[in-house]
């Protein structure tokens, strides 16, 4: 079902009722997803600390691309917990986190920051839609790599700012984050359709309670509308 | 004595015997080369981790970056006992650092991982031989930033493994290895002759014990042996 193969002599169960084959393909894809948008987004902080305005928004920026490093440590501990190395878990994810990345480049330093918004409060939301249906250890996890808030304040205030200082930048901004969620939802798609264990884990087709397809399209709906209150946070219409 | 403005109403020992104007100017001064180095340091790892030739490299380098990173918070942090910003603290050091990692440009991945090693191993060095010299929070703060031993052990193995690859790698990089120490000690010449108060603390002249001149001539010469000790075990030249 899964292209990863399963390491023999495994710790048989971390959590509570992960013993199924086919749930621990699926969390292992999970954590795999999650531990490389951790690395991909270091990478893309730190390039944007590089290139950040001034020295406080560039300690700013290092700043949240440590915490996802330390995000993406945490996790590949727990992989370990699965006798799963992270690097194997994640090499089936990398296309759709470079492609994203490469589609969704920013060209300043303003929808840099709008894609770190965007791109970490999807990410949060859907950890906390799919937390239920993890191992109490993995759901621990998952729920401790959520988004620092202090982080989304720093950036809904420096937006704010831009678009008070020169409103033809809202324009601008709020299609960036158009073509943002676009891109992100193309390749969720892709994900989607190559990691069936994955799929199965949160359509509960894997002998654990899970969402039907209905539940999978309202959870869809939830994460849209939570990106549409994320933008009206920035001042953006989306 | 120094540009950097002594806050108003300042507590006025965080440590034993720090009470001294000349000694404040003095370790702020250190604590703002320390965090600039820092930071600094994050941003060269950061952008090496970006075009490490594989994933196991980019994460290591990333977490290298990150350990930077996670140092000049805790440099920042300890800079607040002094009431000190440590944006302000850092800014006489900019030109030095910025010009240092100009003129040091690493052209390929193993010239980076030299980079670090030099640049870290003589760091560490420079603290351990400092952490005298300062009250006893500093002291500890300062020896608490040295590299991991962890991480230069990963260095030593890549290159070394490139040189067995590749016997001719090992010249260019022990000419690479020269060019680091004799821009840092240009640099390092330059800021001592902008800096008096940090100089100051170093020779003993801001009413504490330090080192007389004899004594940093000395140093110095401690510090060129230990990266000759550094080159060899990497198996170069020096």
Chains 1, 2 share one sequence.
Not at 29 to 37: F, I, K, M, N, S
Not at 49 to 63: G, K, N, R, Y
Not at 120 to 144: M, N
């Amino acid at each position: 079902m899964s292209e990863i193969p399963m390491p023999t002599g495994a710790n048989d169960d971390p959590g509570s009722a992960t013993g199924h084959p086919d749930y621990r393909d699926g969390v292992v894809d999970l954590l795999g997803v999650v531990a490389y948008g951790e690395l991909a987004a270091f990478g893309r902080l730190a390039e944007d600390a590089a290139s950040a305005p001034t020295l406080p928004d560039q300690v700013m920026t290092a700043a949240m691309a440590t915490r996802q490093f330390q995000h993406f440590e945490r996790v590949r501990d727990h992989l370990w917990t699965f006798d799963v190395d992270v690097m194997d878990a994640m090499e089936p994810f990398h296309r759709a986190f470079d492609t994203y990345h490469a589609q969704a480049k920013a060209k300043s330093w303003l929808e840099a920051l709008v894609s770190t918004f965007v791109g970490d409060g999807f990410a949060a939301d859907f950890y906390r839609e799919i937390a239920a249906y993890v191992d109490p250890a993995t759901r621990e996890l998952v729920l401790s790599v959520l988004t620092d808030e202090r982080e989304t304040d720093y950036i809904v205030g420096r937006v704010r700012q831009a678009i008070a200082d020169e409103p033809a930048v809202g324009g601008r901004l709020a299609l960036w984050g158009r073509r943002l969620v676009g891109e992100a939802l193309t390749q969720a798609q892709r994900v989607a359709a190559d990691r069936p264990a994955l799929t199965g884990l949160l359509s509960g087709s894997v002998d654990r309670p899970g969402l039907d397809l209905a539940a999978i399209g309202r959870m869809l709906t939830r994460l849209v509308e939570n990106h549409t209150l994320r933008m009206e946070r920035l001042g953006l219409n989306s």
